[in-house]
């Protein structure tokens, strides 16, 4: 069974940084495509970033420049830096891995004070 936990959500001033955290298990990490997901209240769940196994990555357009996913595969862990936060980034932020289906995680708040 595939288990995703993240971590580093928080509450932060516009203009600073966060580090999100996803450990996984249960799942050859290293072949699997890995993604970050966020949603807003009263809003849809949007993609935010994604990582293949061969580390190529893709980024919604609202996160470009600022956002960063990367992956450790020794550690079974997907990051997600973010710089340059703004209120608009609010949301809780999901972690993904894209197989057959999507497993998630738990999600983690991340507030943006203006």
């Known amino acids: 069974q595939v288990q995703l936990v993240e971590s580093g959500g928080g509450l932060v001033q516009a203009g600073g940084s966060l580090r999100l955290s996803c450990a996984a298990s249960?799942?050859?990490?290293?072949?699997?495509?890995m993604g970050w997901y966020r949603q807003a209240p009263g809003k849809q769940r949007e993609l935010v970033a994604t990582?293949?196994?061969?580390?190529?990555?893709n980024y919604a357009d609202s996160v470009k420049g600022r956002f960063t996913i990367s992956r450790d595969n020794a550690k079974n862990t997907v990051y997600l830096q973010m710089n340059s936060l703004k209120s608009e980034d609010t949301a809780v932020y999901y972690c993904?891995?894209?197989?057959?289906?999507?497993?998630w995680g738990q999600g983690t708040q991340v507030t943006v004070s203006s």
């Open positions: 249960g799942t050859i990490f290293s072949l699997n495509t």
């Open positions: 993904a891995r894209f197989s057959n289906s999507v497993d």
């Open positions: 990582i293949t196994s061969r580390n190529y990555t």
